[in-house]
């Protein structure tokens, strides 16, 4: 039974219920006010769904009474019935005024979306970006009641909107990655809920989540790993997990340093889970529109783009980390201290911090030296004659750096780059640069902003092997001396393609 294209079944309770051939009439209330739709509808087939075409866009529960049929009166200002939400039941009452007859049975059976409009819309957006844009994710923290989803959460409504989205985005472009869920920390009730009614055809290619956290270590692994393999269970192989949001406001959560540390300690954390396939901080920049609240100190970057120390920890990291694979995590009799090893074909790189005060931590090394190197790029050599090393541990992050040839890992895993290195230091109120070459090469050795402007070229020309050093006196191409703090060195060797980038605080 149907009336109209309207695409979203009203889902019917329990069959037994409503009786077949019962007369039953619908109604409905947006957020404003209360309507009613006079038409009377039968159930013919303990299969049937009633499907509406004139029902208003996104806000709408539906009401069905039946035992007894009669024709509503005309709305009154006040409402026939009220609905509360105790835990996850709903429960309706009848108000003080109520229209409502004695003994009447009451049904909520579904908040009604018109997902007619939205799945225009969705079709107009992946149409024109899928040649550019390969992953999408369906709503945000659709169990957060009242914010996004502006009606009590409902997952059966999700997901009669995700299957349509779903379909449609395949439709288009059958090699997109459709991201469900994302959901608060709190959201794993709503997964649950939500999975009975995922149609076979439209299996999640990944699983979005939100796991804010007082403290990157707070069960973060612990719970993505029992929730890979809930759905592990459920599905019956693997869906990836998606951290679609997460992160620490300067603002209200943590200071600038500690949201550096922090944002290493969760990268270098997922990086070691083989279902965790995308983790996106929120966000790069701090929101001009709340300037002074929590939600507009997420950024890596302030509003106007200076970056935080979380930029610089960012990168280095990422740069460090660019080509190696996770071996392992190392443990240590001191449950505190956090430690993960990631392996290139010339060189072991542990990641090391403790998850609160300090202490000392012994690692086996392989060969004369060890590199350390802070979040920011900041790095000592030392030099050393014995196959341990005992290096102090803070809740900031180090790296610890050695050279090894490893066996078994295919060269053509790890492309080749020539050993260049390029180290700052301050000198007497300038900034020294250190650059090493392996050999001869045409060099242009320039300063950028972080907007990515030249401010300074320093040398330019063909460079024989060794050390070569320059001074910057912190001066631009016209002679300013605006630019001393939070620049981007980048030398850039035009032959091989090099480029290594210092950040100076």
């Known amino acids: 039974m149907g009336f109209g294209l309207f695409d979203a079944p009203i889902i019917r309770p329990d069959p037994s219920s409503i009786p077949l051939g019962d007369t039953v009439f619908v109604r409905y209330h947006t957020a404003d006010n209360i309507a009613y739709v006079n038409e009377s509808l039968v159930f013919s087939s303990p299969l049937d769904n009633i499907y509406l075409s004139h029902l208003p866009y996104y806000k709408s529960s539906v009401i069905v ?52 409009a939205f799945l225009e819309y969705v079709d107009s957006v992946v149409s024109r970006y899928h040649d550019k844009i390969r992953y999408w994710a369906l709503w945000n923290e659709p169990d957060f009641g009242g914010g996004f989803w502006a009606v009590k959460p409902n997952p059966k409504l999700y997901a009669v909107l995700y299957n349509a989205t779903y379909r449609k985005i395949k439709l288009i472009d059958p090699t997109a990655v459709v991201i469900a869920g994302n959901t608060t920390n709190n959201g794993r009730w709503f997964l649950e809920q939500l999975a009975p009614h995922i149609d076979s055809d439209c299996i999640p290619d990944g699983l979005g989540l939100h796991p804010y956290r007082s403290y990157p270590e707070e069960n973060l692994i612990p719970d993505m790993v029992a929730l890979e393999n809930w759905i592990q269970n459920v599905a019956g192989h693997e869906i990836p997990l998606w951290l679609t949001e997460f992160g620490w406001s300067t603002h209200n959560d943590v200071d600038s340093i500690t949201q550096a540390s922090y944002l290493v300690r969760t990268y270098i954390q997922l990086f070691s889970l083989p279902f965790a396939r995308g983790a996106l901080w929120f966000c790069f920049r701090d929101s001009k529109r709340f300037t002074f609240g929590r939600e507009g100190g997420f950024g890596i970057v302030h509003s106007d783009l200076t970056p935080k120390p979380a930029y610089f920890a960012y990168s280095t990291m990422t740069q460090l980390l660019a080509e190696s694979q996770f071996s392992q995590k190392i443990e240590f009799n001191d449950t505190l201290t956090q430690c993960f090893e990631f392996l290139r074909p010339d060189r072991r790189i542990r990641c090391i911090w403790r998850v609160q005060g300090q202490a000392t931590a012994t690692l086996h090394v392989i060969g004369d030296s060890l590199k350390i190197m802070d979040i920011f790029g900041n790095d000592t050599t030392i030099y050393i004659d014995s196959s341990e090393f005992t290096v102090p541990v803070f809740s900031q992050p180090i790296y610890v750096i050695d050279s090894i040839a490893l066996e078994g890992i295919s060269e053509s895993e790890f492309p080749e780059k020539p050993e260049e290195a390029i180290k700052v230091l301050t000198h007497k109120g300038a900034v020294r640069i250190q650059l090493t070459l392996s050999s001869p090469q045409d060099l242009s050795l320039k300063i950028y902003n972080v907007a990515g402007a030249e401010i300074r070229q320093i040398a330019s020309g063909r460079f024989a092997p060794g050390r070569h050093e320059f001074l910057w006196d912190g001066r631009d191409n016209n002679g300013g001396t605006r630019f001393r703090r939070r620049l981007s060195l980048c030398a850039q060797a035009r032959e091989f393609g090099i480029e290594a980038q210092i950040h100076l605080l």
């Not at 409402?79 to 309706?92: A, H, L, N």
């Not at 229209?99 to 049904?107: K, L, N, Q, S």
């Open 65 to 116: 009474t039946s035992r007894r049929t009669y024709t509503p009166p005309p709305a009154l200002t006040s409402p026939d019935y009220q609905i509360s939400y105790e835990g996850q039941f709903t429960v309706i009452r009848r108000t003080e005024n109520s229209r409502i007859p004695d003994g009447d049975t009451v049904y909520l059976t579904a908040a009604v979306m018109d997902t007619s």
